[in-house]
């Protein structure tokens, strides 16, 4: 081997055992250098503080992206914008008459946050699968309808049949795939405890997400903060207008709710915001619990002229002029509507108007 030294006079040819020795040199230093190396490294990081093993929210703070949202609001101090018979809409089902023009998923994909649900047994019918040519040959079970499932096609049913668990199962889906979204869904029940039972059971993840108010202590400590229900993960309430059904985790909403009268009649001018139950005025003042108030703004019959009517300027002053102050100077949590995409060219939609409610300190 040969080592070259630059000189001004040339290249000098250096023996193989000064070669030798100049390498082992060169390794030994090497190799010293190294060790000083990792003892500065190991000091370093002995003196370096540790990362926190336990999530914040541990601490009673809500960490992260839950936290930045949400803050500290509790659940009873936010807003959701929900659609009044969300299932009745032209993409999910042949329905001739419809509240919603986008199906269930394209409602959560829009802004909406609560869900209307009308919840029926029907049994399979051999003759309707007959007469419709095969088209009608569903199984006995819990589905969506607006009425008997058997009277009439495109007004009390449609088809294809919307099966209760289906629809919840888009919903958990849907959370699934946002984890910083709360949903809420409110059922018009009609079905018994057992078969409400059988059809929630089929919805995979759901039991993971049910949110159970007695778990949580909320009749003594009030209900948690909504960044807290997306720090646990329990992002799905349901409500019921049946008590039987609580050990499901499907919350009673005359235990838990107060709400007002829900129709604004034929012409859509009875804006007075009175409660729906006779017992559960609005302002209701229980110790150590407030209900949350869900606000239904539509009319008996919906359709896309009178919801354009009244989904802006007018549902937003009813709020403020109305359903505020009977509610006891509180916003109502949830804004139930009609075609919650139309409005009436006032620069207010339900959902900005929701967007407002949220940002009132």
């Known amino acids: 081997m040969i080592d070259m030294d630059m000189h001004c006079t040339g ?10 020795r100049g390498h ?63 299932f009745t809409n032209y993409e999910d089902s042949r329905w001739s008459s419809v509240n919603q023009s986008e199906s269930v998923r394209g409602q959560l994909e829009g802004g909406v946050r609560g869900l209307s649900l009308d919840t029926h047994w029907y049994e399979r019918s051999t003759w309707l699968c007959v ?22 096609a495109g007004a009390t049913y449609a ?19 946002h984890p910083q979204e709360v949903v809420t869904v409110f059922l018009e029940d009609y079905v018994s405890a057992d078969q409400l039972r059988q059809s929630l059971g089929r919805v995979r993840g759901l ?6 108010p007695d778990g949580w202590g909320v009749r003594q400590n009030g209900w948690p ?9 329990k992002r799905l309430l349901i ?9 499901l985790g499907v919350m009673y909403d005359r235990s838990w709710t107060v709400s007002n009268f829900w129709s604004l009649g034929d012409l859509g001018n009875d804006l007075t915001c009175v409660s729906r139950w006779s017992d559960l005025p609005l302002d209701r003042q229980e110790p150590g619990f407030r ?40 916003d109502p949590n949830f804004v139930s509507v009609d075609f919650h995409r139309l409005s009436d060219g006032s620069g207010h939609t339900p959902a900005s108007i929701v967007g407002e409610l949220n940002a009132r300190p």
């Not at 290249?11 to 030798?20: E, H, K, V």
């Not at 088809?159 to 795939?177: E, Y």
């Not at 409500?239 to 050990?247: L, N, Q, T």
């Open 11 to 20: 290249f000098r040819r250096r023996p193989a055992g000064a070669l030798r």
């Open 24 to 86: 082992a040199r060169r390794t030994l230093v090497g190799l010293l250098l190294l060790a000083l190396l990792g003892t500065a490294t190991t000091a370093t990081a002995s003196t370096a503080p540790t990362a926190p093993t336990a999530p914040a929210a541990a601490s009673g703070a809500p960490a992260g992206p839950a936290a930045a949202r949400w803050g500290d609001r509790r659940l009873d101090e936010v807003s959701f914008l929900t659609t009044h018979n969300a």
């Open 131 to 152: 007469i419709s040519f095969g088209s009608d040959c569903y199984p006995s079970d819990v589905y969506l309808c607006h009425g008997e499932c058997k009277t009439f």
């Open 159 to 177: 088809l294809p049949r919307q099966s209760f668990h289906g629809t919840m199962q888009t919903v958990v889906d849907f959370l699934a795939a």
């Open 207 to 212: 039991s993971d997400m049910v949110f159970r």
């Open 225 to 233: 903060k909504v960044a807290d229900l997306v720090t646990s993960g």
């Open 239 to 247: 409500f019921s207008d049946r008590s039987d059904r609580e050990d």
């Open 291 to 330: 209900r949350l108030f869900t606000m239904s703004h539509h009319r008996n019959v919906p359709t896309v002229l009178t919801a354009a009517l009244d989904n802006g300027a007018k549902l937003r002053n009813r709020i403020a002029e109305q359903c505020r102050p009977a509610a006891g100077g509180r």
